[in-house]
């Protein structure tokens, strides 16, 4: 693959995401409405301001693209996965698929789920291998045949859809676009015909996906404990208000900017190192009860007073950051390089695993913690790598002294 190309590649996400910026533009200057969170709220600024926030709101990803491009991989080419660590993450994703059905384990939406003492021990340790992540890398690894890949992906989907969810559906579909285009197979490369077929499949997976929005948010409202009712909404208002809104940072960024006095009057609310707290969540979450507000809770609170505890927002890294540049300056300072920290050691677990494919992985989540905002996004992609780090080289070694033993 040529080197140009793969910097070519690396920036699709984040300018999918800088053209659904544009397109949420549109839909807020044509109809004269917000779009997303803010849904139908009549438009208080004029176009040109839409038009000049979409543009601004699209800089984080340029950004996000420039650091993982610069980020030096720690390995060339991916790993060798012994054949137990497909055999493992076959076991760790049916596990996970029988606890959320069961107990409701990472289902949105919930409380926390309530599993018999005696067995809370296991749970806990599987939940903590994050089945999007071990999938993404096996899906992405060219030891990994298409066979198994189509299962881990059906697994994988199960789990997302069945915790009433959509964020990951869009994940999936980048990663498996991720191992069409950089799959070494000299029967692939030799047979254009090929590639065009799986292009189109691509195609029609996308259009499918679109026609039947109003199907896939009727059933995550169901699941989450709604009434389910999309049929009062248009195709249109649902993929470009709802679908495309949730998927862009303009009208978050707008209404940071329409209600900044109101902001600014409450960030007495917000504590000093709330963003940091939030990033070290994941470590300390499920034994250490830390009741302090989060960024993009208390971005929701200004907007919605009674969501606290029910839903949140998404709110854009723009707005994330001026929040705590609105604390302190000092504070912002150390959150941004918070960020960097966590951004580089994604891009380097990433690599250590697919070598340099392994970008490809860290950009998928990455741009999705820009998108939202959430200081955790950016840290709980580490988390997870390093433990998948550990298990892999226990099965590893486990797998060498197997067959010595053999021998």
């Known amino acids: 693959m040529k080197k140009s190309f793969s910097k ?7 300018g999918v995401f800088c053209a659904l910026n544009f397109l949420s533009a549109y839909y807020i200057t044509s109809e004269g409405v917000y779009n997303g969170d803010f849904l139908g709220i009549p438009l208080e600024q004029s176009n040109f ?3 000049v926030f979409a543009c601004i709101s699209s800089i984080p990803y340029f950004i996000l693209y420039y650091i ?7 390995n060339i080419e991916p790993l060798k996965l012994p054949r137990i660590i497909i055999i493992f993450t076959f076991i760790i994703l049916t596990i996970s698929l029988v606890l959320t059905l069961v107990f409701g384990v990472g289902f949105v939406g919930r409380d926390i789920y309530h599993v018999p003492s005696l067995v809370k021990p296991f749970f806990v340790i599987i939940n903590r ?3 999007v992540m071990i999938s993404s890398i096996l899906l992405l690894s060219p030891c990994v045949k298409w ?3 189509v299962l881990i992906a ?3 989907l199960l789990i997302t859809i069945f915790r009433g969810s959509l964020q990951f559906l869009p994940m999936l579909m980048l990663v498996l676009f991720y191992r069409v285009m950089i799959k070494k197979n000299s029967h692939y490369q030799s047979k254009g015909a090929k590639n065009y077929l799986i292009y189109v499949l691509f195609l029609i997976l996308m259009v499918v996906t679109l026609y039947n929005v109003d199907y896939l948010y009727q059933y995550r409202d169901l699941m989450r404990g709604g009434s389910g009712d999309y049929s009062v909404k248009s195709a249109y208002e649902l993929i470009f208000g709802q679908l495309i809104g949730r998927f862009s940072s303009v009208t978050a960024l707008l209404m940071f900017y329409l209600r900044y006095e109101e902001f600014y009057r409450h960030i007495d609310e ?3 190192f709330s963003f940091i707290i939030d990033c070290f969540k994941y470590v300390w979450g499920g034994v250490v009860k830390t009741p302090v507000m989060n960024h993009y809770d208390f971005y929701t609170s200004i907007h919605d007073p009674d969501a606290y505890g029910f839903y949140a927002m998404q709110s854009g890294m723009i707005p994330t950051i001026g929040l705590s540049m609105m604390k302190s300056p000092i504070i912002a300072i150390l959150d941004v390089i918070v960020t960097f ?7 380097r677990n990433s690599t250590y695993f697919l070598g340099c494919n392994g970008k490809y992985l860290a950009m998928i989540f990455l741009v999705f913690a820009v998108l939202s905002g959430a200081p955790n996004q950016f840290s709980s992609p580490t988390f997870h790598l390093l433990i998948i780090m550990i298990v892999f080289a226990i099965l590893k070694e486990f797998s060498s002294s197997l067959t010595q033993t053999k021998l």
């Open 270 to 272: 917000l504590q000093y």
């Open 8 to 14: 070519a590649l690396l920036f699709i996400p984040c």
């Open 49 to 51: 301001e839409v038009w």
């Open 129 to 131: 291998i994050d089945a």
């Open 68 to 74: 993982v491009l610069k980020i030096p991989p720690v």
């Open 147 to 149: 066979r198994s890949a």
């Open 341 to 347: 920290m966590f951004i580089y050691f994604v891009v």
């Open 154 to 156: 059906i697994l994988c």
